[in-house]
Every structure is written in structure tokens, then in C-alpha cells.
């Protein structure tokens, strides 16, 4: 599992590797990035579906009870397709805008 921290945020990837192997491998890292914002970017899954995407959907709604934004990056699945406890956006550069966007409404308390 690669970690590329960036102030508040950390983006989570891995390259070649089966999805429930890649949620076993975050389930045993989480702890080292709870704290963070976190941005798990999907490009490597080229068969994705939302069925898929919600595999994450604890690791969404714990994450965001502890006022953290958990933003999952994929072209493959849409936003529509999926509840909204969890963030899909298509880019990472969407991610991080997410993110910020979410970060100025956890300060004002919206």
C-alpha cells in the first residue's frame, strides 16, 4: 500500500492487486492514517463497479462520523451510482477540491 501525505490529506494507492486484498491491506493501515483526510485513488481496479465501491462504505462512514472527508477516485463508477455516504469524484485534482471545499464547511459549522 503506497502513502503519499500532503499537509491534512493522504492519498492511498496500490498497484496490481485484487480489491478485497487492497481493503484487507487499508483496514490494517488504517490506524496510521485516521487522522488525515484521505483520498483513496481506484485507477489500478479496471474493472470496477458500484457494487464494488461499496465495499467502502464502513470505511466512509467511520471516517467521516470522526469529521474527515474520505473521497474515493474513479472514471469507472459514477457518483450517481452510489449513495451519498460515499464521494466518487473522476480526478484527483476533484478529490482535493472536495476535500478543501469540505474542510471550509467543517470550520464554519455548516
Given amino acids: 500500500m503506497i502513502f503519499d501525505k500532503d499537509g491534512t490529506t493522504t ?3 496500490q498497484e496490481n492487486i485484487s480489491l478485497p486484498k487492497f481493503l ?3 483496514q490494517d493501515s488504517y490506524s496510521k492514517i485516521k487522522n488525515d483526510n484521505i483520498i483513496v485513488n481506484l485507477f ?3 474493472k470496477l463497479t458500484a457494487g464494488d465501491v ?3 462504505l464502513d470505511f466512509s462512514n467511520t471516517h467521516r462520523k470522526a469529521k474527515k472527508s474520505f473521497v474515493l477516485v474513479t472514471d469507472r463508477v459514477s457518483f450517481d451510482e452510489v449513495p451519498d455516504e460515499i464521494c466518487v469524484v473522476p480526478t ?3 478529490a482535493r477540491d472536495l476535500i478543501e471545499m469540505e474542510e471550509i464547511e467543517r470550520d464554519l459549522d455548516l
Fill in 44 to 46: 489500478s481496479f479496471t
Fill in 92 to 94: 484527483i485534482q476533484e
Fill in 11 to 13: 492519498l492511498v494507492f
Fill in 54 to 56: 461499496l465495499e467502502f
Fill in 24 to 26: 484487507e491491506n487499508l
